[in-house]
């Protein structure tokens, strides 16, 4: 008969064997265990907007009544007003950008504004390490895995995962595992956005030791990725120097202020196949 | 009962760690509850209830974070085994050796996660020092706090009920 230390030393081994065969199907596959992780975030996301609506709550009855009695609806109805001005902003700027670009190629397509439903950010990630967030709004509202998220400070990031009906998480572009194809406003140096777990939290990769790029540059989505669209603002060039290799090391300040994320933006468009060298068209 | 409470502990660290989690989006939150529940749960319950703890709270962790499914359970079955062993092992009821032993669990969980996670992500392993030490140092604040709370919070209330009952005895 087995004594207790060896069942429980048993056990613990067959828990361990059974995450390491957990684990090496989903490395080999690469689809991951799609339906454990889908029934766990759904389930979760009704308890996590129930949290963040007690939160939200409790924050709401403070500002609202007892702090300042009136003044802070009014401020927020401006802010959000603010925010979708903004946004208009830069889909103005992209959008002018894009015609001149397309008119010196003689290209006359013409883009519609971005479709974009807004979502309200109800809970983070449960590892610290991770940059991600997850917002009430899921595959009922029309959201699709690879949609990408912004705001009216510029991008926020890219849907990942396959949504659960009524929440989706978002993966931060700051976060280590996030990127983005980028390019500078003035010199239009291509690249890729690279989160860090550093301050700044955005490196520049792969733009050459040739190009022209300075502090204070405007860095803007190229849209090659196919998910990001083009023209709407990462942050500016905080550092820039030449690399010992053929690429520049380059960091850049987020225009987005990560740390106050409340509501965003989902642009509800599918992201499609990522092309080769649009951003310096 | 066990079964339950240790469920409910779970749950209740996950569901407080998102939410934390959401209120501090950019920057990186400088405990893991769920980590701590799972340690506590190993000191008071022993190794098999910390190792399955681990196990359940590490796979819902890593379902919700949108990661490798496995990673965040290997390395907190791991811990919560080896927590259950050294408390059964050892006196670890005064507040010193509780600290230490969710300090110590925190960085044996992190050096095992981030190096998995890089393995299987194919990325160099750098942990950031500083933010390992500080989230076990705060690990190791909440779960004493916690020990302290569960063990003497009935007894104040008791003590609190009992007072305020001589109080109105001596009005009337």
Partial sequence: MLDIRQRTGYLFLAVMVAQVILVSAQVQSKSGVRILSLVTFEAFSHLERAASGGISGTRGVWDRYVALRGLRSENDELKKELASLQVKLQEEHALAERTTKLQELLDLKTEAGLPTIAAEVIAGNPNPGMRTITIDRGSADGVQADMSVIGPAGVIGRVVGPPARHAARVQLLIDRNAAAGALTERARAGGMVVGMDADPPLRMELVSNLADVKVGDAVIASGVDGIYPKGFRIGRVERSERGNGLYRTITVRPSVDFSSLEEVLVVLVPPRPATRDEGSK | ?172
């Fill in chain 2, 1 to 172: 009962m066990k079964t339950l409470a240790v469920l409910l502990a779970l749950a209740g660290a996950l569901v407080l760690q998102t939410t934390l989690a959401g209120l501090m989006t950019g920057g990186r939150l400088a405990v893991n509850l769920v980590l701590v529940a799972v340690v506590y749960l190993a000191l008071a319950y022993g190794p098999v209830t910390g190792m399955l703890a681990g196990a359940a709270g590490g796979l819902a962790q890593d379902a919700l974070a949108g990661a490798i499914v496995g990673i965040g359970g290997l390395s907190k079955t791991l811990v919560g085994f080896l927590v259950g062993i050294l408390g059964a092992q050892f006196i670890v009821s005064t507040a010193l050796p509780r600290f230490v032993m969710f300090v110590s669990a925190t960085l044996l969980h992190e050096l095992v996660f981030q190096a998995l996670d890089a393995l299987l992500q194919s990325r160099g392993f750098a942990p950031q020092y500083m933010a390992v030490l500080l989230q076990a140092v705060c690990n190791g604040v909440v779960g004493v706090a916690a020990f302290l709370i569960v063990e003497n919070g009935p007894d104040v209330l008791a003590r609190r009920r009992m007072r305020r009952a001589s109080f109105a005895k001596r009005r009337f």
